[in-house]
């Protein structure tokens, strides 16, 4: 069975930091292009940022860019989001996703074949 498992959220103040986890099992994630997505209360979910397999291209919302950091280590099987300067609005699940090929609208919820459960990444003082 084929599962993708988020991992590294929770609670923390507005100016802090997380990293959340994006593992594989019952596949190779090295071969997939990996999306991560979040979806707050009442809002559509919307993409945050994508990596390719290979790692050398990554995409950014504008929202995250310069404060959130996309990374792989295929040798752990395993895709990274470090999220720095969290605000109040980074609040919401956040969700991975993997697809054969990096779609050409990286953020698009519907190019990608599989996804995570998601895991809650809450900013408040």
């Known amino acids: 069975q084929l599962q993708l498992v988020e991992s590294g959220g929770g609670l923390v103040q507005p100016g802090g930091s997380l990293r959340l986890s994006c593992a594989a099992s019952g596949f190779t994630l090295n071969y997939y292009a990996i999306g991560w997505f979040r979806q707050a209360p009442g809002k559509e979910r919307e993409g945050v940022s994508c990596?390719?397999?290979?790692?050398?291209?990554?995409k950014y919302a504008d929202s995250v860019k310069g404060r959130f950091t996309i990374s792989r280590d295929n040798a752990k099987n395993t895709v990274y989001l470090q999220m720095n300067s969290l605000k109040p609005e980074d609040t919401a699940v956040y969700y991975c996703?993997?697809?054969?090929?990096?779609?050409?609208?990286?953020?698009?919820?519907?190019?990608?074949?599989?996804w995570g459960q998601g895991t809650q990444v809450t900013v408040s003082s």
């Open positions: 996703a993997a697809d054969r090929v990096m779609p050409l609208i990286w953020y698009g919820t519907e190019e990608y074949d599989y």
């Open positions: 990596i390719s397999s290979s790692g050398g291209t990554t």
